[in-house]
């Protein structure tokens, strides 16, 4: 089926655009995709209506933020991306009120601990469901290095905490100035146990919903949404990536 698909697709490009079917006059790709999300195919993109493709970016120092970013990411059918200290922090640095490492990167306003490695490619992500545990009343120090290593101009972040028992209070909206240019959602606080169906229903609060396998041919041949190839879930175009390797050819 790829190989009818990439067939068609390159003979299209040669003949100069991309027709939707046979009686149709030739349409860019941009045409024939807002054509077909407009339809029926909105929310084959995942993330619900506009929320377009998410990445959840979690911080986790003792393994309790850990699995909820792990059930958006499996809920949503997202990518997901470990905020990881380049110098990991002990049993020590994390004892707080001890005048430990953590407590003194939380007093301090220019503190920015370095993170090992980074997201691949973030421009390719509309909406960023962001993740930590607070530390002191507030996100911990890495969030704000993480915030001001990427560009989230019109990238929408929800943010979410775990805690003993603070709530989110201002910890959201003090990162607010480091990607000021992002669309913020009101965050929310989980206690630890919480359960899958317990961030699924705040996904879908927040309008987002897990991706669809789009089997509508329609929408496969306009090369929108996810579809099911050989058992393998390819997000977005069937048909743009195939016109990718035939630009490339
Ligand atoms: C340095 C430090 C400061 C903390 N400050 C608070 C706090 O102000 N309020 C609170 O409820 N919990 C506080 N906690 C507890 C964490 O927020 C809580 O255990 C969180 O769920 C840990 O998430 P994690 O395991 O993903 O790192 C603090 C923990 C640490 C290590």
């Not at 067939?7 to 941009?30: F, H, P, V």
């Not at 470990?82 to 939380?106: H, S």
């Not at 993480?146 to 905490?161: A, M, N, R, V, W």
Request: aromatic share 8%; proline share 4%; charged share 20%.
């Amino acid at each position: 089926m790829a190989m009818l698909l990439c067939c068609a697709a390159c003979g299209e490009k040669q003949s100069g655009g991309i027709s939707s079917d046979n009686s149709n006059a030739t349409l860019s790709s941009k045409e024939l995709e807002k054509e077909v999300q407009g339809k029926e195919t909105n929310s084959d993109l995942n993330g619900g209506d506009n929320m377009g493709k998410i990445l959840i970016a979690y911080f986790s120092a003792t393994g309790m933020t850990k699995p909820l970013a792990e059930y958006a990411s499996d809920i949503l059918n997202a990518d997901i991306y470990e905020i990881v200290p380049q110098d990991p922090y002990t049993e020590e640095d994390l004892a707080y009120y001890t005048g430990g490492r953590a407590d003194q990167e939380q007093n301090d306003p220019y503190a920015r601990p370095e993170i090992s490695g980074s997201v691949e490619n973030m421009e390719q992500y509309d909406t960023i469901v962001l993740g930590y545990p607070i530390w002191h009343g507030e996100a911990p120090k890495i969030i704000y290095t993480f915030l001001e290593s990427y560009d989230f101009s019109g990238k929408t972040i929800l943010p979410f905490c775990t805690s003993h028992s603070s709530g989110i209070g201002s910890s959201a909206d003090h990162l607010h100035s480091l990607a000021a240019n992002a669309n913020w959602l009101d965050g929310e606080r989980f206690a630890a146990g919480i359960t899958r169906e317990e961030i699924e229903s705040w996904l879908t609060e927040n309008n987002l919903q897990a991706a669809s396998v789009s089997t509508d041919p329609q929408a496969a041949s306009a090369g929108v949404g996810i579809f099911d190839l050989e058992k393998k879930k390819a997000f977005q175009s069937v048909l743009s990536a195939l016109s990718i390797i035939c630009y490339s050819t």
